[in-house]
């Protein structure tokens, strides 16, 4: 019997709601429903524990972590299964460089560090980095703020003895991957972009920060897109009424032989937080076995989760 | 200046009339809009002569060949440009295998026959096969009446000296390619399908012929979607006022993260006749260059732009 | 506090799904989300028992109402409220007029017999009606067999003092209306209509029947359409996953102003007994108080809830 | 023969380009496609000649009026017909009211005033009818700029024996018509909205101004929606892609009977200077029409093609 994987989490967001849930949906359904990889080096997707929790939330700080998850601005929806209690009150967060001692003890038996915040506060990032090296357990930096790109934070991982993933996950499935994947197959079949567009909406907070601070998301988006130049990406929308749920509706047209018309219109609906939570089951199991078998410093085999692996301009 | 293909074409419908004004558009343009290889072995889209063809409609026959393509049935657009005339009278096609000698004779100065009548006459398909190696000429069968899938034939090729390309050739773009994307794409990315439908609407003979004997092409459709069992066709729908335009609508439901739902819709608008000439093209150029340095047989660069290449079962 | 309705129902199917599941839903929740008459003179819409019912599968015969609305192949879907055993059991339905008396005798002590059973079979409804008259219970014809129709069953009606209400009876909410409505939208706004078609998809077994008939349905549905010439049915399609949802692609091209394009697509999902019960709910109530306030003959209040009330030809 | 309608315009936007195309093509072809109104008072659709033209822009004055409505930004198509010059030089338009006798002077010979700038500039909107009124022709407000609104110019038209026609034209076919129906049916029907939402993408310079500025538009719109409060408008998109095409997506998801899921997904693609043009030539008709029999003050029979007609709280 493999020794499940020890987990502390930082953010108390709609992601880690979706990975807590998840966890206890398919321990109890044994489905495998949704699952990327059943196993990895002997991990199942039952096979992880989350043993703390930090959030900066007043009203989550001091909750068990299974009743934090539903407060609010969170609305990722109850999966259909029992979520029995965690026995993990959510831990207060740090604010600044001055905690990562509190914090490291706090991570005393855990053995990844997955960091699941918002992205924007690159110190903070840095710090829960430095607190997981005092600690000795492995760190999984899922926002876009830098530390597996920094050389130094790679360097002092390796000198630690610890494995380091990040930085900005990709989600399991998204309007990115859609929208490239459908440019990538005109061109493959030689049909010529004329124009392109995507629209995306969604209700939860993270959607609402974008709306107010579109231009850095917009931007990485378009870089990820392959013939930008033709392809736009209209405002997004923050509709309260979608919760959890990301609503977007993509359109191409292109010329096939003849210059005659292809046109396609697409509409995907899903829910972000799943989308994160399918790459984090992975990347903490990824951790754990890597820091099991002692492996220091970068993790290349769990690079194509993100999309600013080490080696990405800052 | 490398010398013009000189190809013969059976069937004057909507696939040649995509073909023969596409080459005039290009010349008088010198757009690339919708072509999927500019050149192949120095041959560019432009360089296509047809010098031939063969119809079994009374009203065609006789006519110039840039006349009768847009004789009823047919009804693929008329393209944006000038179409000078071709200058070649359409040729009364064979009806069965006495007349072979007579459509050899008609061959003469050809390089490529083009096999491009409607399906379901594999009689007729082997006879003007048979005429193409009494003439000397390479030959391309579009149809999926089996030819190159006959060994026999492969045979026949390669004693003779010529090249033999086919069967059933695979659409530059159309709702096969794309649904088959969109199930890859999620089975790539640990999605599990649910379900999934394609209705497919067309204003075409073809599709009227589709639609009154539907068994058939369902069934192979079917064989080309990697989930097969999740995945449900339609009847397929004759609305005469599409034109030669193909409407298709997608729906893909599956599971993420926790079993929750994501789901896809799509609505392809395309002209089934310019996604096939688009390959045509191309199939009469590596003809041409097979022919010109000797190549006998089955020629395998072809394969990956057929439905049922060489060793598929008949 | 007013006496419910006593019904009496002719058919198990997946109308009469909706409607036992929809009373008992309503009557818990309080909530009035999807009726459409609150009340019709003092009854709300949980002030109706089903008090018999009628069923020719021999599966479904003997069982309660309440488990009997599951049987396959039924698949509207169970409703998020608590179910009471409805202490009704399934009566065998009727084959021919000689058992008319037995029906009649069933339908003791209620006040109306709702025939929802699959249209087809015009004598068994023309029976049904006989034995409500014989009972002394108004009669609702839901489906498109003629009983309202006939002078003959109206004058029947008349002489017994009872209300006959029918035939056919129009959903809440689906294609059709949907349909109709933006044809006449456009038609009102000047716009010229090009084409426009309509593609419906299901998986009930009303569904597989119109499919493998599908001339007689799709002939009064386009009768129904204001701008019929220019509007195509494509074929229906069955696809079981569907369960007892209905969806439909619609697609209607114009022109305005200097015949500029306009095109509007639309997709539209909805469970289709829904659209009958929610209809027959308020048909069973406007029913019964016609017959406690003495009303006989046909009764002209209902007449816009049915495609083809008194006076249509047969 | 009747005397064609003489039409000053102010503003050569895409407005006034689909007006003057518009009224060429119907001559040409005497088709009616996309007319609302054949004839009003007796004047067909090209019984109107643009006898004067004011604009802002220093690249379209003193160029012919055929020539400045192709000018950038205008992004109108040109229609597929001949467009025999105007002679009609355009006029620099007026920026205050010391302008306004120049501008009266330059309306000699016009019977109707059109006004059709830009909104958000009211004091000009104002000087434009005085101008109208010493001038002795009928003034037209196609702008959300309060003139028709203001009871004093009302007082003033009547006194001058004038007829005046506004506020703020209702396209003749556009999102708010569309997205309004669909809700007065669902409602109409019984079913109980949920959410609603309308993306609304363009790539006309109108549609950047609403883009750079959105709250006025947006809640204009939104109180002419009959559910408000369930409909949500995500942000506008400005795609220059689209040129003077519009296209909206809108979704309405509600309950049918039990709370079943009712939800209607539409894309709509229309040209917003058709939808105006469509407008002004039935108010400039109506308005000549008026003038013509001596009709004084507002036109209360042009006020339903407003939507903020007299009395509107300003």
Redesign the interface.
Request: aromatic share 8%; hydrophobic share 45%; net charge positive.
């Given at each position: 019997m493999i020794k499940p994987v020890r987990v502390a989490v930082v953010g108390v967001g709609n992601n880690t709601s979706?990975l807590v849930?998840?966890i206890a949906?398919?321990r109890q359904t044994g489905?495998?429903?949704?699952?990327?990889?059943p196993t990895i080096d002997g991990l199942g997707v039952g096979d992880v524990d989350i043993v703390a929790a930090f959030a900066t939330s007043p009203e989550k700080v001091g909750k068990d972590l299974t009743e934090a998850i539903f407060l609010p601005p969170n609305n990722f929806?109850r999966?259909?299964c029992d979520l029995p209690k965690a026995e993990v009150a959510v831990t207060k967060g740090l604010k600044d460089a001055t905690e990562v001692d509190r914090v490291a003890k706090a991570l005393a038996g855990a053995e990844v560090l997955l960091y699941s915040a918002p992205s924007g506060r690159p110190e903070t990032a840095v710090a829960y980095a430095q607190a997981a090296r005092e600690a000795g357990v492995a760190f999984v930096n899922t926002t876009s703020d830098p530390v597996a790109r920094h050389p130094a934070e790679v360097d002092s991982f390796l000198k630690a003895g610890l494995p380091l993933l990040g930085d900005d996950l990709t989600s399991?499935?998204g309007t990115s991957?859609?929208h490239d994947?459908?440019l990538r197959?005109?061109a493959e079949?030689?049909?010529?972009l004329?124009?392109s567009?995507q629209?995306n909406?969604g209700g939860t907070e993270d959607f609402r920060n974008l709306?107010e601070n579109p231009n850095t998301k917009k931007q990485s988006k378009l870089n990820a897109l392959s013939t930008a130049d033709?392809v736009?990406l209209?405002?997004?929308?923050?509709?309260p009424?979608l919760g959890s749920q990301k609503?977007a509706?993509l359109?191409l047209e292109?010329?096939?032989?003849?210059?005659?018309?292809?046109?396609?219109?697409?509409?995907?609906?899903?829910?972000d937080p799943?989308?994160a939570?399918?790459v984090n089951?992975d990347l903490v199991r990824i951790a754990a076995s890597a820091l099991r078998r002692g492996q220091k410093g970068y993790v290349d085999e769990a690079a194509p989760l993100f999309k600013s692996p080490r080696g990405t301009a800052i």
């Open positions: 979706a849930q998840g949906f398919y489905s495998l429903g949704g699952v990327r990889r929806p999966l259909d399991q499935f991957i859609l994947t459908l197959l005109l079949r030689g049909l010529t004329v124009s567009y629209v909406l709306v033709k736009q209209a405002p997004l929308g923050y509709l009424q609503v509706h359109n292109a010329q096939g032989w003849g210059e005659t018309t292809v046109s396609l219109d697409v509409k995907l609906k899903v829910h799943s989308g939570a399918g089951i």
